[in-house]
């Protein structure tokens, strides 16, 4: 069944009545600056309307989203109320989702997540149609653990296509698969697009969904690239450090490849030719679903960590964070990153697992203590939620 897609469960509706008090707050129009707690959802004073966890279930969608339409109507001139609608685990289906599209499609609405809502590929064509016919706020689209199975990459096309301001797309555990990347990396690549974040970690890419991911950062095509937990493997890795070598200078921001079964070797050669590339964030370290997912840690010994180390104390760069939890860095070669780190021109703040001794981590933060924390950007902001637990940065 669909709602049992990756883990997610099956949603019970609530009773329609229960979202009077929040229906009658949207067809006001009045924002608010505060936090108001409905029996059902939570708007925020930042424009999120936050229903994730709340039971909607596809008859109370649709209520929401004319309420919605209506509140775009009728409230007061200047920023809309709801600007960024999160409706995760609310047992939608396709019908659900696409009368929240319709409606969403007639409002300011800059984001929707509607991450693990039992969607197909069917459904997110459907509305890709009715953001087709908007116009065109939707800059952020989160449809992550939904089931669009393999015609998950000819939806995420007609999406891209659909939404001409697209700029943030989660794919993540959606069944997307080698071949459907391709037909997404062609969708980006001939339209001449460029997205600031593409996930699609948690996915059966395999060393072959490399290739589309290289094209897309030899073109520059997106700022910021999540594909953890999708087996791409060493030779994966090697595949985008190709990539990154002839790639536009400091145009891929971030990198994620946690959980990706990386050998020693090819995590230093990624990590090298990212360094190069002018990435700013790499991460090598594992997401919390490895586990489910049966996805391999990345690995780096004493040889690569000098070799890491090394290629970071060579020339000035970019590359602030590297994370490498759950790598096998223990004392030992943190000791070997820190010998290479006190010489560095540009300092890198490691982030490291358990093992390491205390002196070495200290010495290591203390190289890079002018280094500030990566800043959240307001697309992933925007999908906070009280209701649910926040994404994990690997899969941000």
Not at 85 to 97: E, I, K, P, R, S
Not at 163 to 177: F, N, P, S
Not at 373 to 390: I, L, W, Y
Request: net charge positive.
């Amino acid at each position: 069944m669909a709602q049992q897609f990756a883990g997610v469960p099956s949603v019970a509706p609530r009773p329609v009545a229960e979202l009077a008090p929040l229906l009658a707050w949207l067809r006001s129009g009045s924002g608010t600056d505060r936090r108001i707690d409905f029996p059902a959802g939570t708007a925020l004073p930042d424009g999120r309307l936050d229903l994730c966890k709340q039971q909607l279930g596809p008859q109370g969608a649709r209520l929401v989203a004319d309420a919605l339409a209506g509140s775009a109507r009728s409230g007061e001139d200047g920023e809309a109320p709801v600007r960024h609608l999160l409706l995760g685990t609310d047992g939608l289906g396709d019908d659900g989702a696409v009368a929240f599209a319709a409606r969403a499609a007639e409002t300011p609405v800059r984001t929707l997540y509607l991450g693990c809502n039992g969607i197909t590929a069917a459904g997110a064509c459907r509305i890709a149609d009715r953001l087709r016919a908007s116009p065109q706020t939707v800059r952020a689209l989160w449809l992550k653990r939904n089931p669009l199975g393999i015609r998950a990459g000819q939806a995420a096309a007609e999406l891209i296509a659909a939404a001409e301001r697209l700029r943030t797309l989660d794919l993540v555990q959606t069944g997307l698969d080698a071949a459907g990347l391709a037909v997404l990396a062609d969708a980006l690549l001939t339209g001449g697009r460029r997205f600031e974040r593409l996930y699609v970690g948690g996915n059966p890419l395999g060393p072959a969904g490399a290739e589309p991911l290289a094209r897309l950062i030899a073109a520059g095509a997106a700022d910021e690239l999540y594909a953890s937990a999708a087996g791409l493997g060493d030779r994966g890795a090697r595949t985008l450090a190709a990539a990154l070598r002839t790639a536009p200078h400091g145009r891929l921001r971030r990198l994620s490849l946690a959980s990706s079964g990386l050998g020693p070797d090819a995590a230093a050669e990624l990590t090298a030719a990212s360094a190069a590339a002018g990435v700013e964030l790499l991460d090598l370290g594992r997401v919390p679903a490895a586990h489910v997912l049966g996805a391999a840690d990345n690995r780096v010994d004493l040889a690569a960590a000098d070799r890491i180390g090394a290629a970071l104390a060579a020339a000035p760069h970019r590359l602030d964070h590297l994370v490498l939890t759950h790598t096998g860095v223990r004392s030992r070669e943190a000791h070997r990153l820190l010998d290479h780190a006190v010489g560095a021109a540009t300092p890198t703040r490691y982030l490291l697992g358990k093992g390491v001794a205390g002196s070495v981590r200290h010495r290591l933060n203390a190289l890079s203590a002018a280094v500030p924390p990566p800043v959240q950007a307001p697309d992933v902001a925007a999908v906070h939620s009280v209701h649910r637990t926040a994404a994990t940065p690997a899969e941000r």
